[in-house]
């Protein structure tokens, strides 16, 4: 989730190595620095994260796929890094004062901002990953991600996975935006193991993103109850729901990056989120496109994958990698949601 990774280590990432130059709020202005070994006549490209970059491996993704969009497009890359919410508003201002082919903003958080700054500023572009405003407008397109089709294949290894044959999910909000990674997981779990019970516990309260506390607290009654294969998706929460897992003997699965690190031998896999190959394809769309767009990224555009079904598995840290007969059941289905055989439901779309 989103949201999710940013506000913890869901959202881990490496500091930005290269030619990026970082700017943290009052500061942005410093970001107007074209990256080293670009040229002056390509086009610019500015991202603007919602936090800082600093260990967070999501939005390490985005300046990534920021940097490789630079060297496609012979252009330059500037990040702007954000830490609170006057930062982020300063960050754009400066963004777009420096007026770049197009702004890439990561998040939820900046829905708004776009929408005032793409009204004021009908020729600047702009690209909303992971989210997007609720009107449209010619200049802002959006990348949006479908996490229900990777959360569909982690309930599957969980299915397969299960000795007790009850799996869970520990969810923020019981919407239907949020109810991806858990509906989904359900839905794998059964496909692989028809007998299979599914619960969801939600996080829920004053602060449900952060509340790891809450989230530990969920996760114990559902493995009490005798589930062994937990879904993640409680934010920041999702250490309580690790902590849980490790303390009863059950097993869990991450979001958006890989967490096996967090909890080796607890955490399955993980349902990642690629803002990487979203930036980069996104800032082409932009570039040929018309604009007012929203495009669309699951396991067929390599947009949302699985630990597992990537590259370094083995060095991972995470459960799946002693299971290989499992991820050959799951590349299998993986391959059927991609040719079109397999539909996964999306809670959202209902």
Known sequence: ?????????????ATVAGGALLATGCNA????????????????????????????????????????????HSGSSKVYESTDV????????????????????VGFEF????????????????????????????????????????????????????????????DVLDTPQFRRYSDPFAAGAKKTAPAAEATTRFVGGQSPFNDSARAKEQASSLISAGT?????????????????????????YGVDVNQCAAAPGTVVDNVIKKTDVAVEKGIGQVLGGKGGQIVSYGLKEGGISLTGLEPGVAESQCVIAQHAPVLDQVKR??????????????????
């Open 228 to 252: 062994d294969q937990l879904m993640a998706a409680a934010a920041a929460g999702n250490y309580g729901v690790f902590e849980a897992a490790k303390a009863k003997g059950a097993f869990a």
């Open 1 to 13: 989730m989103s949201r999710r990774s940013r506000t913890h280590a869901l959202r881990l990432a």
């Open 29 to 72: 202005a410093a970001a107007k620095k074209e990256e080293a070994g670009k040229s002056a006549g390509g086009p610019a490209f500015t991202l603007v994260t919602p936090d800082a970059v600093g260990q967070n491996e999501f939005l390490k993704l985005s300046v990534d796929g920021l940097k490789a969009a630079a060297t496609a």
């Open 333 to 350: 289905l993986r391959d059927q949601i991609v040719s079109g055989k397999l539909k996964v439901d999306d809670p959202a779309a209902k």
């Open 86 to 105: 006057a930062s982020r508003q300063q960050n754009v201002q400066a963004a777009v004062d420096a007026k770049p082919q197009v702004i890439v903003l």
């Open 111 to 170: 829905a708004d901002l776009v929408a005032q700054q793409a009204e004021a500023h009908p020729q600047q572009r702009f690209l909303v990953v992971d989210a997007c405003t609720k009107q449209t407008y010619p200049n802002v397109d959006c990348a949006v991600f479908r996490e229900h089709e990777g959360v569909y294949l982690a309930g599957a290894e969980a299915g397969l996975l299960s000795k007790s044959g009850k799996v869970g999910a520990v």
